[in-house]
């Protein structure tokens, strides 16, 4: 189950998002954090409850709000390019259960430019529970030089995000 949310260290090189496990240390690299490059309007929750492993303790956790990763200063997105996108998610049942809500979480994921305006755009819906990895390829309609992705979380039930990747298509 969770081999499915593995990278390989050649996988990485073509990464362009930075920090996309959460998992930033600074002890390891000075001046980080488990929210480095990544920014809301709320502040970004990590948790350590449940984890895709032991060795990715780390992860966020989205309501209906928006969370935005830099990439390395920076994501150069070129228009016709097509990008894939790869994240772990899983749904997380509400304390209270009148808060709990029945199906699945809507997640609609861009690159923005500076004024965030969608320059490509996918949504995933996540089902169930536990840990599973899901895939988006989408075209770039715009160029910018330091674009964003944006994780757009739709409705108020909660979910687990974790080992965000972002590459261009093959």
Not at 90 to 119: W, Y
Not at 137 to 159: N, Q
Request: aromatic content about 6%; hydrophobic content about 40%.
């Amino acid at each position: 189950m969770l081999a499915l949310c593995a990278q390989s260290v050649q996988a990485q090189e073509a990464e362009l998002v930075r920090n996309g496990d959460f998992e930033l240390k600074p002890k390891i690299e000075r001046g980080t954090n488990a929210t480095t490059a990544w920014s809301a309007t709320k502040p970004v929750v990590v948790v350590h409850v449940d984890p895709v492993s032991d060795d990715n303790p780390c992860y966020a956790v989205v309501c209906c709000d928006t969370i935005y990763n830099q990439g390395f200063d920076g994501i150069n997105v070129v228009d016709g390019t097509k990008y894939d996108f790869s994240v772990c998610l899983r749904n997380l049942p509400a304390i209270k259960e009148q808060e709990r809500a029945e199906g699945c979480k809507l997640l609609i994921i861009q690159l923005v430019d500076e004024q965030n305006n969608a320059l490509a755009e996918a949504t995933i819906r996540a089902k169930g529970n536990q840990w599973q990895q899901y895939q988006a390829v989408f075209t770039a309609s715009g160029t910018c030089a330091k674009a964003r992705l944006a994780i757009v979380g739709v409705g108020c039930p909660k979910i687990a995000i974790d080992k965000v990747s972002l590459k261009k298509h093959e």
